[in-house]
């Protein structure tokens, strides 16, 4: 991963925040690879397309107890063909998991919203699972003033 | 705590394969089992771990919880509606309690 001057400024702006005011954090995190396994598991070891699902969440969330996340899946919602589920996972967590909704066809749409707790400044992950077992995936970097693990 | 009290918002009445938004709210700490009291004693995981929405018994949407889902949990999500019927939700705590709310809807 490249980052730009503006990136790591960025960066070390947030973690002199964090260090200064931020509660303490507990030494074990989750890290990427905790949260690549829940998606290996999840997809069972396909590594998913990018595309057909979107995942909307602030690039900037001031408090890390409350962070709106949605996620909206495009494609029919038949018996036939139909969105399963979709698994949202935050790589900066004590615990990479947040939430599996199952979706099936009498939801008409697969869409969702819920609110989450972020403990840091990190990457959320949506990953979508079809009918078929195609899975889709989306990802965005959050930036956490304060966190929302612990304390 | 109190008793979690569960709110769900969905419209009334619709037309026949409408897609409808529903919108549920609970109260709940979601305790995450990462926190320390003033002891330093880690204080125990206590989340509602399941959620699910039915229509006249048929599964419509449902999610696994984990404590990274923040107090109060909220989820918003679609439904389509194609007789009249009852949605009934329920919400299923760490201890076994389970939460349920029943809101029914006409089709036109």
Known sequence: ?151 | MAVPKPRVKLPKSVAAGDVITIKTLISHDMESGQRKDKEGKLIPRKIINKFSCEFNGKPVFSCDIEPAVSANPYFEFDAKAMESGTFKFTWVDDDGSIYTDEQAIEVK
């Open chain 1, 1 to 151: 991963m490249h980052l730009t001057r503006r990136q790591t400024l960025g960066l070390c702006a947030g973690a002199t925040v964090l260090a200064t005011i931020g509660p303490a954090i507990p030494a074990a995190f989750a890290d990427a690879a905790a949260a690549e396994r829940s998606l290996m598991e999840f997809t069972g070891g396909k590594t998913p397309e990018a595309g057909k699902i979107t995942l909307t969440a602030p690039e900037i969330a001031e408090n890390g107890n409350t962070v709106p996340l949605s996620i909206s899946v495009e494609g029919e919602m038949t018996e036939a063909s139909y969105v399963q589920s979709v698994l949202l996972l935050a790589d900066g967590n004590p615990n990479p998991g947040v939430a599996t909704f199952h979706f099936s066809p009498m939801s008409g749409r697969a869409s969702a919203t819920t609110r989450m707790r972020l403990a840091k400044t990190q990457t959320v992950i949506a990953v979508a699972k079809m009918s078929d077992g195609s899975v889709y995936m989306d990802k965005k970097q959050v930036k956490v003033t304060i966190g929302g693990c612990g304390g």
